[in-house]
């Protein structure tokens, strides 16, 4: 197991985050704990909740599961969607955060988080509440790092000049989706957290399943996946040719003799910008297989298939100013 800085922190983690949706919901308490252990035992050291996963039932699972060893992870949790049905049950208000972490911590039987984002954009709250009252907690020792997730890069850039211009605490991670099928954060989010230095943390690296090899070209629903819950993969972010890119998948990982989940894996990990990758199982004989996709790299070739079927197409402003560089420098003449 490989173990990176988040951005320019301190903070190590492992490159596969355990993520928990499923404790709840497809892993009861004694399969949670054996995915956990099957995780611990690999080297995995972050574990990923949020307070709404499975209406809290996630955080009290895990909550029990760590008992005796929660100095081992680092552990991370989320606030924002509605807890209650009151109106300031969610969001990101001073109001909502401040009780949303008392009752995450209560629920992980914890007195700190060691990561605590800020779920989804709050258009109501403005961004200096928000970044104050996670600075709250930083300083009261409840959180140790705060980060978000889903922001869009203008407003990743404000809240850390926000962050900056105050002296409070800053994100110092971003959790992102990302996978061979949703690589939009390439163009604008990426180069925001290289250049600031925050960690990189993506979700369906898998695509909600879509690449681990259950499915064909063409194919939506998989006997024994969530798909068959109506639970399925989030298709509506995929690449337009992602029957393109699945089929790719498949004929390269046949030829490595891995399976697609852990070639799809692998190639998210292997991008320089990514810091570790959630991934969660339903069942212990599940997670065992995903985590073979530590202690290996994708051959060159492999990985340059891969990115070609998977690429984005250029968009403006890069359509215009990729090669302004050489054409600049085509233009000096010396002596």
Same mark, same amino acid.
């Given at each position: 197991?490989?173990?990176?800085?988040?951005?320019?922190?301190?903070?190590?983690?492992?490159?596969?985050?355990?993520?928990?949706?499923?404790?709840?919901?497809?892993?009861?308490?004694?399969?949670?704990?054996?995915?956990?252990?099957?995780?611990?035992?690999?080297?995995?050291?972050?574990?990923?909740?949020?307070?709404?996963?499975?209406?809290?039932?996630?955080?009290?699972?895990?909550?029990?599961?760590?008992?005796?060893?929660?100095?081992? %992870? /680092?552990?991370? =949790?989320?606030?924002?969607?509605?807890?209650? !049905? *009151?109106?300031?049950?969610? $969001?990101?208000? #001073? &109001?909502?955060?401040?009780?949303?972490?008392?009752?995450?911590?209560?629920?992980?039987?914890?007195?700190?988080?060691?990561?605590?984002?800020?779920?989804?954009?709050?258009?109501?709250?403005?961004?200096?509440?928000?970044?104050?009252?996670?600075?709250?907690?930083?300083?009261?020792?409840?959180?140790?790092?705060?980060?978000?997730?889903?922001?869009?890069?203008?407003?990743?850039?404000?809240?850390?000049?926000?962050?900056?211009?105050?002296?409070?605490?800053?994100?110092?991670?971003?959790?992102?989706?990302?996978?061979?099928?949703?690589?939009?954060?390439?163009?604008?989010?990426?180069?925001?957290?290289?250049?600031?230095?925050?960690? %990189? /943390?993506?979700? =369906?690296?898998?695509?909600?399943?879509?690449? !681990? *090899?259950?499915?064909?070209? $063409?194919?939506? #629903? &998989?006997?024994?996946?969530?798909?068959?819950?109506?639970?399925?993969?989030?298709?509506?972010?995929?690449?337009?040719?992602?029957?393109?890119?699945?089929?790719?998948?498949?004929?390269?990982?046949?030829?490595?003799?891995?399976?697609?989940?852990?070639?799809?894996?692998?190639?998210?990990?292997?991008?320089?910008?990514?810091?570790?990758?959630?991934?969660?199982?339903?069942?212990?004989?599940?997670?065992?297989?995903?985590?073979?996709?530590?202690?290996?790299?994708?051959?060159?070739?492999?990985?340059?298939?891969?990115?070609?079927?998977?690429?984005?197409?250029?968009?403006?402003?890069?359509?215009?100013?990729?090669?302004?560089?050489?054409?600049?420098?085509?233009?000096?003449?010396?002596?």
């Amino acid at each position: 197991m490989e173990y990176r800085r988040m951005g320019r922190s301190g903070l190590k983690v492992s490159e596969i985050c355990l993520g928990t949706m499923t404790f709840g919901h497809g892993a009861d308490q004694d399969g949670a704990g054996r995915i956990l252990d099957a995780c611990l035992e690999a080297g995995v050291n972050f574990l990923d909740t949020a307070n709404a996963y499975n209406a809290g039932e996630s955080e009290i699972i895990l909550g029990r599961l760590l008992q005796g060893r929660r100095r081992r %992870v /680092v552990l991370a =949790s989320k606030v924002f969607n509605p807890m209650g !049905t *009151g109106p300031n049950d969610s $969001g990101g208000s #001073r &109001a909502h955060i401040m009780q949303a972490v008392e009752d995450s911590l209560r629920r992980l039987g914890t007195d700190y988080l060691d990561i605590y984002y800020l779920h989804h954009v709050d258009h109501e709250t403005p961004l200096e509440e928000s970044l104050r009252a996670l600075d709250d907690l930083v300083r009261q020792g409840k959180i140790r790092y705060a980060a978000t997730s889903n922001y869009e890069a203008w407003r990743l850039m404000e809240s850390l000049w926000i962050s900056d211009t105050r002296g409070i605490a800053r994100f110092e991670c971003y959790q992102p989706q990302y996978s061979l099928v949703v690589r939009d954060i390439e163009q604008e989010i990426v180069p925001v957290c290289e250049h600031k230095g925050l960690g %990189v /943390v993506v979700w =369906s690296p898998l695509a909600g399943g879509y690449l !681990t *090899g259950k499915y064909q070209p $063409g194919q939506d #629903r &998989a006997t024994g996946s969530r798909s068959e819950e109506g639970w399925a993969f989030p298709r509506r972010f995929f690449h337009p040719d992602h029957t393109d890119i699945l089929a790719t998948l498949l004929e390269v990982s046949a030829g490595l003799g891995r399976s697609p989940a852990q070639v799809a894996l692998r190639w998210v990990l292997d991008q320089r910008f990514v810091t570790s990758a959630i991934v969660g199982a339903r069942n212990q004989a599940q997670i065992e297989e995903t985590l073979q996709a530590v202690g290996w790299r994708l051959p060159a070739e492999v990985r340059a298939r891969l990115d070609e079927a998977s690429a984005l197409p250029m968009r403006y402003p890069r359509t215009m100013e990729d090669g302004m560089r050489e054409r600049r420098a085509s233009a000096v003449r010396i002596g």
